[in-house]
């Protein structure tokens, strides 16, 4: 009618129950409890203990799981102020840089006698064939179109469009560029053009002109749009073929077009020779 193991559970259930009635009866008198209270405390102290075991656990459990939440509280706490912290000194370290290159340009704007507006890359055309920026300088700024705009590494591009507020500048790289340039060194005379990716070509440079790697290709002031002087770049590679007139010539520009972030549009008058040329 019973299973073993429910009246197992009820003898449990009974010693226990008996168990505590003695030890509350042994609890409120001083003599030495009877032989039958003896009995079941034999009987009954082993699941006393495994009770008070199994208790203590729970009860340490309880306070680990509370211990562990504060921890995770805190954790969190602390990973929110370090990321703010990690934050401030990005923006402390990009102001740094900022003002690096501003500094920079400052200087350079001193160098130049002439009128030049600051202007900052805004945007980038994505297209692979398009070497173009935009920047945040338009015509209520003195920026016109075919404004020669440079750095102080060197000639950037040259300005295409320009709206109130914006305008659009074609880069030294573009294959739609072209500068009017001649070797510094010897003063062989040709044409930059851009290579449509991080190099020019320097086209139309006679073969009888002595030129090698590494001399500086500047501009020569003859197009109408670049002051002359401005550096345009190194001479990388040279190929002299056995037939023609001319030299086949790379150029590698000073300027990194990749980290382009700041940048002159030159606004006044171009015919004139910047400072220590001839």
Not at 156 to 184: F, R, T, W
Not at 203 to 229: A, C, M, N, Q, W
Request: glycine share 10%.
């Amino acid at each position: 009618m019973f299973s073993k193991r429910m009246v197992l559970v009820a003898v449990v259930i009974v010693m226990v129950a008996v168990n505590v009635i003695l030890l509350t009866i042994t609890g409120k008198h001083t003599q030495a409890p009877s032989g039958l209270g003896r009995g079941a405390l034999v009987v009954v102290s082993p699941f006393q203990r495994q009770f008070t075991f199994f208790f203590q656990s729970v009860k340490n459990i309880w306070n680990q799981y509370f211990f562990l939440v504060s921890t995770a509280k805190e954790n969190q706490q602390l990973k929110k102020a370090l990321g703010q912290s990690i934050e401030q000194l990005n923006r402390f370290s990009e102001t740094e840089l900022a003002n690096g290159r501003l500094r920079h340009l400052l200087g350079f704007e001193k160098e130049v006698p002439r009128p030049m507006v600051a202007a900052r890359v805004v945007g980038r055309d994505p297209s692979a064939w398009s070497k173009t920026v935009i920047v945040d300088k338009g015509t209520r700024n003195g920026v016109r179109q075919g404004a020669p705009v440079v750095v102080p590494e060197g000639i950037a591009g040259v300005v295409v469009e320009a709206s109130a507020g914006y305008a659009k500048v074609l880069l030294l790289i573009d294959p739609n560029s072209a500068v009017d340039a001649l070797v510094q060194q010897t003063r062989a005379r040709g044409i930059v053009k851009g290579g449509g990716g991080d190099y020019c070509v320097f086209d139309y440079v006679l073969r009888k002109h002595e030129i090698g790697v590494g001399d500086t290709v500047v501009s020569s002031g003859l197009d109408g749009v670049f002051p002359k002087g401005l550096r345009v770049g190194r001479i990388s590679e040279i190929v002299r073929l056995n037939a023609g007139i001319f030299q086949k010539v790379s150029v590698t520009p000073y300027v990194d077009f990749e980290t382009l972030e700041e940048l002159f549009v030159i606004a006044g008058p171009v015919f004139e020779e910047l400072p220590g040329e001839s």
